[in-house]
């Protein structure tokens, strides 16, 4: 029973372009999400978050858009670069204390020069 | 500063061995959670700990279990293992005290069970 979906195992971009990376969650109890971004041998790393009082986060070349109604959010880089292809997950968390992230299977982005 | 560290990077075990996987948090970081990914998977919540205190559970079986010491070093402990405990062990640390906001993860300890 998947919580946290990522309906897209990979994706492919070209350089410049923009990257749409989508998330669908089940659980109407999230109230706050995060992006990863995980390279080979490493650990993943922090990209952006949003809480569900809003509906859009932007930071830098990453924007998060948030619809709660749809249960979906969704990151954008703009422009893509080819340092960004990686593993990115998806993870929201309950508003329960005694919980942790719940993670999406992950979508591997490959932006071709 | 040194980010979250584990140790080993990678185990090999066979059935029924009990494993011990470690980590150290970034320095000032007191709270420790434990992830396991399985290949094709997102990493999945096994144990939250904060100033030595189980502060979550996740949803794996009494054969794990965890610790943290006065240092917020952690241990992870698997008895008895299956082939099903094949996995990437990550580890992520907060200097929060609740589960919210950014973890920092270390490179993980990838475990092998034939």
């Known amino acids: 029973d998947q919580q946290v979906k990522q309906n897209s195992p990979s994706l492919s971009v070209q350089e410049g372009r923009i990257s749409i990376l989508n998330c669908d969650y089940t659980?109407?109890?999230?109230?706050?999400f995060l992006w990863y971004k995980k390279y080979p041998a490493e650990g993943p790393t922090f990209l952006i978050s949003?809480?569900?009082?809003?509906d859009k986060n932007e930071d830098g070349r990453f924007t998060v858009f948030l619809n709660k109604s749809a249960k979906h959010l969704s990151l954008h880089i703009v422009p893509s670069q080819p340092g960004d292809s990686a593993v990115y997950f998806c993870?929201?968390?309950?508003?329960?204390?005694?919980?942790?992230?719940?993670f999406g299977p992950g979508t591997r982005l490959s932006v071709l020069p | 500063d040194a980010g979250v560290t584990q140790s080993p990077t990678h185990l090999i075990k066979t059935r029924g061995q009990q494993v011990t996987l470690r980590c150290s948090p970034i320095?000032?970081?007191?709270?420790v959670s434990w992830y396991q990914q399985v290949l094709g998977q997102g990493p999945q919540f096994i144990f939250q700990?904060?100033?030595?205190?189980?502060?979550g559970r996740g949803n794996f079986p009494d054969r794990f279990s965890a610790r943290q010491f006065p240092n917020y070093s952690s241990e992870l402990n698997v008895n008895a293992l299956l082939l099903g405990d094949s996995a990437l062990y990550l580890c992520?640390?907060?200097?929060?005290?609740?589960?919210?906001?950014?973890?920092?993860f270390g490179p993980g300890t990838r475990l092998t069970v034939l």
């Open positions: 659980n109407s109890m999230f109230d706050y």
């Open positions: 992520a640390s907060t200097h929060r005290e609740d589960p919210w906001g950014e973890q920092f």
């Open positions: 320095s000032g970081h007191k709270s």
């Open positions: 700990y904060y100033e030595k205190e189980e502060r």
């Open positions: 949003i809480s569900s009082i809003k």
């Open positions: 993870a929201a968390h309950p508003d329960n204390y005694g919980q942790n992230f719940v």
